[in-house]
Each structure stands twice: as structure tokens, then as C-alpha cells.
């Protein structure tokens, strides 16, 4: 059996869905979650169908052939309009004679072909009413596919109707999505949307934070990508970078004796910028030995991975099922929730995310207990000279989620168990204020990782004794930083010989 989201446009009258669920009941499917709400969109109702593979086609035909579903996404913003028309004497007429219907006053029109294979029809519209909008392309994109090119102030006295169109095609620009990408993107951003408003949280708001999130990420690509980097001295020509992008995760790399041991990789939709980060530091990077260290499995912490090909991925076992899962297109550890499946899969489609091939897995450990309370050490990782321990925690951020310690040099990679988020910039603050409030809480178990944190704490207390020197504590996002006084502070990078660097 699989599961398919599919977003519907239903007429607002009785026995409307009546007549879908009758079409998947005759090919033996199953409705798992249905989300309406006639305040925010009286048309757009989504469906999960859980059917076998050869059903699930012949729902989706029979839904389309009664004008239940869209084969594309109209482009939707208010108001000037683009209506593509054959070239053939009259052809306008339809889109006048709708626009006379409904007494819509037009400021200007314009008709073009510029060699296209159609003529591209625009027309300035006066629209006093917001509800009419809707009406209005329904009715003209049944004859012809219409766009939305342009927009005033006018727009945010406009009910919700039009929100998730609107949103999904500004995504499919912004990232080049399909309009199979850009479908599933609705239906995630309105199953955060219903479990959220579940929770008494306003639609509006919820709107905001998923458009935030994927404009932050927009807005960081290409040149507008600036990572801070800097390098720490350890023993005898080692040494620690650590890479600090826009939003994502940290990335750490320790060289020691040519080896290159790379520790979480960040998001995808920044894979290009991190290579030149990467080919800066190290012009020869690409010949370099590497291998791939992850702190757990979420999106944000493994971009990268599908494609630096060839690096050997090593992780343990409950993180290498997470990441099968996600290839196997089965959810994750992180999406075992309504918000977290949601939010999961968002992050996954603005970021390009693909999920690593298994065979490339090295596990490196054995008979870890499903279960247990306490950091368990699993394995080890060598770099060159350098050793760092491997322990596995209890599971309070996800499930399988891991640390790296070394008691010689003073050092422990966190992941997200340990953050210094008074260190955050601005900037980052904003964005890793936003898995917050759409997943309401970012841990899967929020006293396991209070206990998991406070147990960092006291290694990191123990490690800055037995050194005589604040323990460097690395964490999943924002400043390296260092121990004192029972809590954290950005590390003192100058002490260090480690400069600030700004790549793009």
C-alpha cells in the first residue's frame, strides 16, 4: 500500500465530497486524514489516500476527469492577469465575456504574441470585491491556463482563499520545483496548518512562519551565501574548522595528516556554496580521503550527503534506519508526528534534499540497546592523529542522535543537544526560531534531552578540569563555544589563532 496527498478543489455545495469518497472507495482506498476549512478556502480540501499503487492512479484520473483536481498549479497574485489564448479570430471573447459577467471593471488591455505558440492576453482589473478573485480565475482557468503577474496593496485585505496557491507557486519559482513538488508542498505547509490550528494556533500566523522559513533560505543562496569559518590549532599539525552558514547546520571538519573527517553537513540548497567554502580551505579537497560523521538524521544536519559521493558515510545503526526510511520514502524518526512529518518534508523540498544511498553506510556499531537512558559510548572516530569517542544518547532531540568527545584535546561535538543560543546572531535567531513554533517543540522527547544536555554539561565540567582550560563545546548551530560558569560562551577565537572568514 502507499500513501498520496492530494490536494482537491471541490464546488462549495452538498454531496461535493460525497462524490470523491465514493470514487476512492471503488478502488478500494482509504482516507487516512482529510483537511476543510471553509473560512480560510471554501474549495480546497486535502486528502491522504492510502491505496495500492495502480488505485491510487485511477483515483487521481477519475478525480481530474470531474474537474476535482488540477493538472497544474494556476499562478495566483492580485491583479493584473495573463491569459494564454490560441491564435485563432475570437479567442478573447471567453475571458471578456466572464469579465462582463461579473461587471469587473478593466484598466487596461494588452494582446501579444511575441512568437510564441500562444497569444498572451493581459488585462489591469478593478476587483472591489476580494471573494470575487477566486471566482473569477476558476472560471477562466476552466477555458484557458491564466497567471497572476503582479499585485498591489489591495492583496492583504484579501481573505485566505488564495493562500496556498499563491504560496506554492512563488515556492515553484524560488526553487524550480515540479508541480509534483509544488502540490506536496501545499499539502505539508496545510498539515502543519490543521494541526496546528488544532492547537489554537490563528492561520495567519501559521501562513507567516512557513513563508519566513522558505524566503530565509531563498534569500541566503548564491552570492547572497556568506558562512563564517574559522580553524583551531590541535596537537601537532591537526586541526579543527568549523563552518558556520546562514541557517542549517554547522559543518566541522578535522584535519590531521592529510584525512579529513567532516562532521554534519548542513542543507542541501546550499550544496554548491559550501563547495567553494570547502575548495577554499582546501584547494585539493576533492582528492583529499574523507569520511562523513553525523550527530543524527535530520535534513538540516545531512544535505550534503548524497553529494559528496565519494566520502564513506559513517553512522550507527538508528540513524542509518532513519535514513533508509527516508529513501524508502517511509517516514523518518523526526516525522512519527503530524508537525514533525510536516515540517520534515517542507525542509526537504525547499532544500532540494535527497536522501543518501544505504550502500554507501558504514555502521559502526552492533548491539546497542534500542532503548537506554544514558549516553552509551558505540564506536570511535580517527582522523589522522586524532581520536574522538562516539556516544549515543538517549534519544531526546531524535532518536539515534550521537556526540563526539576527546578528553585529550578538550573538545565534544553537541549536534543540536547543546546550543548556545545567546551566542545566535540575529539573523539566526530569527531562523531557528521558526522549527519552534511549526513542530512546536524540536525534540521528540523534551525531558530526555533537558537530562541529555545536563549530562553534556557535566562531561564538559570534567574535560575542562582534567585540561586545566574551558572544555570547546561545538554545537549543531550558532558560535563554537566553551564552558564557564555552568553554562556557555562564544569561544574566544583569537585565543586560538582562529580568525573569522567570510566565503560566498
Same mark, same amino acid.
Given at each position: 500500500?502507499?500513501?498520496?496527498?492530494?490536494?482537491?478543489?471541490?464546488?462549495?455545495?452538498?454531496?461535493?465530497?460525497?462524490?470523491?469518497?465514493?470514487?476512492?472507495?471503488?478502488?478500494?482506498?482509504?482516507?487516512?486524514?482529510?483537511?476543510?476549512?471553509?473560512?480560510?478556502?471554501?474549495?480546497?480540501?486535502?486528502?491522504?489516500? #492510502?491505496?495500492?499503487?495502480?488505485?491510487?492512479?485511477?483515483?487521481?484520473?477519475?478525480?481530474?476527469?470531474?474537474?476535482?483536481?488540477?493538472?497544474?498549479?494556476? #499562478?495566483?497574485?492580485?491583479?493584473? &492577469?495573463?491569459?494564454?489564448? *490560441? $491564435?485563432?479570430?475570437?479567442?478573447?471573447?471567453?475571458?471578456?465575456?466572464?469579465?462582463?459577467? $461579473?461587471?469587473?471593471?478593466?484598466?487596461?488591455?494588452?494582446?501579444?504574441?511575441?512568437?510564441?505558440?500562444?497569444?498572451?492576453?493581459?488585462?489591469?482589473?478593478?476587483?472591489?470585491?476580494?471573494?470575487?478573485?477566486?471566482?473569477?480565475?476558476?472560471?477562466?482557468?476552466?477555458?484557458?491556463?491564466?497567471?497572476?503577474?503582479?499585485?498591489?496593496?489591495?492583496?492583504?485585505?484579501?481573505?485566505?482563499?488564495?493562500?496556498?496557491?499563491?504560496?506554492?507557486?512563488?515556492?515553484?519559482?524560488?526553487?524550480?520545483?515540479?508541480?509534483?513538488?509544488? =502540490?506536496?508542498?501545499?499539502?505539508?505547509?496545510?498539515?502543519?496548518?490543521?494541526?496546528?490550528?488544532?492547537?489554537?494556533?490563528?492561520?495567519?500566523?501559521?501562513?507567516?512562519?512557513?513563508?519566513? +522559513?522558505?524566503?530565509?533560505?531563498?534569500?541566503?543562496?548564491? %552570492?547572497?551565501?556568506?558562512?563564517?569559518?574559522?580553524?583551531?590549532?590541535?596537537?601537532?599539525?591537526?586541526?579543527?574548522?568549523?563552518?558556520?552558514?546562514?541557517?542549517?547546520?554547522?559543518?566541522?571538519?578535522?584535519?590531521?595528516?592529510?584525512?579529513?573527517?567532516?562532521?554534519?553537513?548542513?542543507?542541501?540548497?546550499?550544496?554548491?556554496?559550501?563547495?567553494?567554502? +570547502?575548495?577554499?580551505?582546501? *584547494?585539493?579537497?576533492?582528492?583529499?580521503?574523507?569520511?562523513?560523521? &553525523?550527530?543524527?538524521?535530520?535534513?538540516?544536519?545531512?544535505?550534503?550527503?548524497?553529494?559528496?559521493?565519494?566520502? #564513506?558515510?559513517?553512522?550507527?545503526?538508528?540513524?542509518?534506519?532513519?535514513?533508509?526510511?527516508?529513501?524508502?520514502?517511509?517516514?523518518?524518526?523526526?516525522?512519527?508526528?503530524?508537525?514533525?512529518?510536516?515540517?520534515? =518534508?517542507?525542509?526537504?523540498?525547499?532544500?532540494?534534499?535527497?536522501?543518501?544511498?544505504?550502500?554507501?553506510?558504514?555502521?559502526?556499531?552492533?548491539?546497542?540497546?534500542?532503548?537506554?537512558?544514558?549516553?552509551?559510548?558505540?564506536?570511535?572516530?580517527?582522523?589522522?592523529?586524532?581520536?574522538?569517542?562516539?556516544?549515543?544518547?538517549?534519544?531526546? $532531540?531524535?532518536?539515534?542522535?550521537?556526540?563526539?568527545?576527546?578528553?585529550?584535546?578538550? &573538545?565534544? +561535538?553537541?549536534?543540536?543537544?547543546? &546550543?548556545?543560543?545567546?551566542?545566535?546572531?540575529?539573523?539566526?535567531?530569527? +531562523?531557528?526560531?521558526?522549527?519552534?513554533?511549526?513542530?512546536?517543540?524540536?525534540?521528540?522527547?523534551?525531558?530526555?534531552?533537558?537530562?541529555?544536555?545536563?549530562?553534556?554539561?557535566?562531561? %564538559?565540567?570534567?574535560?575542562?578540569?582534567?585540561?586545566?582550560?574551558?572544555?570547546?563545546?561545538?554545537?549543531?548551530?550558532?558560535?563554537?563555544?566553551?564552558?564557564?560558569?555552568?553554562?556557555?560562551?562564544?569561544?574566544?577565537?583569537?585565543?586560538?589563532?582562529?580568525?573569522?572568514?567570510?566565503?560566498?
Amino acid at each position: 500500500m502507499s500513501c498520496k496527498s492530494l490536494v482537491t478543489r471541490m464546488p462549495d455545495k452538498s454531496g461535493a465530497f460525497l462524490r470523491a469518497s465514493r470514487i476512492i472507495a471503488k478502488y478500494g482506498g482509504n482516507i487516512v486524514r482529510v483537511s476543510y476549512n471553509k473560512a480560510v478556502d471554501p474549495n480546497t480540501l486535502f486528502l491522504d489516500i #492510502e491505496a495500492g499503487e495502480r488505485e491510487l492512479s485511477e483515483i487521481e484520473r477519475e478525480l481530474l476527469d470531474i474537474g476535482y483536481l488540477n493538472e497544474g498549479i494556476a #499562478e495566483i497574485r492580485v491583479m493584473e &492577469i495573463s491569459v494564454q489564448i *490560441p $491564435h485563432r479570430p475570437g479567442a478573447a471573447l471567453p475571458v471578456l465575456e466572464i469579465l462582463s459577467g $461579473h461587471n469587473v471593471n478593466i484598466s487596461y488591455l494588452n494582446l501579444s504574441s511575441d512568437e510564441k505558440p500562444y497569444q498572451d492576453f493581459r488585462a489591469g482589473l478593478l476587483i472591489e470585491e476580494p471573494a470575487l478573485v477566486k471566482t473569477l480565475l476558476d472560471e477562466i482557468s476552466a477555458v484557458y491556463r491564466v497567471d497572476v503577474v503582479s499585485c498591489d496593496s489591495a492583496e492583504e485585505n484579501l481573505d485566505n482563499t488564495v493562500f496556498y496557491i499563491r504560496l506554492a507557486n512563488d515556492m515553484r519559482k524560488r526553487f524550480g520545483l515540479s508541480d509534483e513538488k509544488t =502540490k506536496q508542498f501545499i499539502a505539508e505547509s496545510n498539515r502543519i496548518l490543521q494541526a496546528l490550528q488544532a492547537e489554537g494556533e490563528d492561520a495567519g500566523k501559521v501562513f507567516r512562519y512557513i513563508r519566513r +522559513f522558505a524566503d530565509y533560505i531563498s534569500a541566503n543562496k548564491g %552570492a547572497a551565501f556568506k558562512a563564517a569559518a574559522g580553524k583551531i590549532s590541535i596537537g601537532a599539525g591537526s586541526a579543527l574548522y568549523a563552518i558556520q552558514p546562514p541557517c542549517g547546520s554547522n559543518t566541522f571538519v578535522l584535519d590531521s595528516e592529510g584525512e579529513l573527517a567532516i562532521i554534519d553537513t548542513g542543507f542541501a540548497v546550499f550544496a554548491e556554496e559550501m563547495m567553494k567554502v +570547502f575548495i577554499s580551505i582546501w *584547494p585539493d579537497f576533492e582528492r583529499r580521503p574523507k569520511k562523513i560523521y &553525523i550527530t543524527h538524521a535530520d535534513v538540516d544536519h545531512c544535505g550534503l550527503l548524497s553529494r559528496l559521493r565519494d566520502c #564513506e558515510l559513517v553512522l550507527n545503526k538508528k540513524s542509518a534506519e532513519s535514513l533508509r526510511r527516508q529513501a524508502s520514502g517511509l517516514p523518518d524518526f523526526r516525522e512519527s508526528s503530524a508537525l514533525g512529518l510536516g515540517y520534515s =518534508k517542507i525542509s526537504q523540498i525547499v532544500s532540494g534534499y535527497t536522501p543518501p544511498e544505504p550502500g554507501r553506510f558504514t555502521i559502526i556499531d552492533s548491539e546497542t540497546p534500542e532503548e537506554h537512558e544514558d549516553f552509551l559510548k558505540i564506536g570511535s572516530l580517527r582522523a589522522g592523529e586524532l581520536d574522538f569517542e562516539i556516544l549515543e544518547s538517549s534519544g531526546g $532531540h531524535l532518536k539515534g542522535e550521537m556526540i563526539y568527545l576527546s578528553r585529550e584535546h578538550g &573538545i565534544i +561535538f553537541t549536534g543540536d543537544l547543546l &546550543i548556545n543560543i545567546s551566542g545566535f546572531s540575529p539573523e539566526i535567531a530569527e +531562523f531557528n526560531s521558526f522549527a519552534p513554533y511549526l513542530m512546536k517543540s524540536v525534540n521528540i522527547d523534551s525531558k530526555r534531552a533537558s537530562e541529555m544536555r545536563k549530562e553534556i554539561i557535566r562531561l %564538559a565540567g570534567e574535560i575542562s578540569a582534567e585540561n586545566n582550560r574551558p572544555c570547546i563545546i561545538c554545537c549543531g548551530h550558532g558560535p563554537v563555544s566553551e564552558l564557564a560558569g555552568g553554562g556557555l560562551r562564544a569561544y574566544n577565537f583569537s585565543q586560538a589563532s582562529m580568525q573569522t572568514e567570510r566565503f560566498g
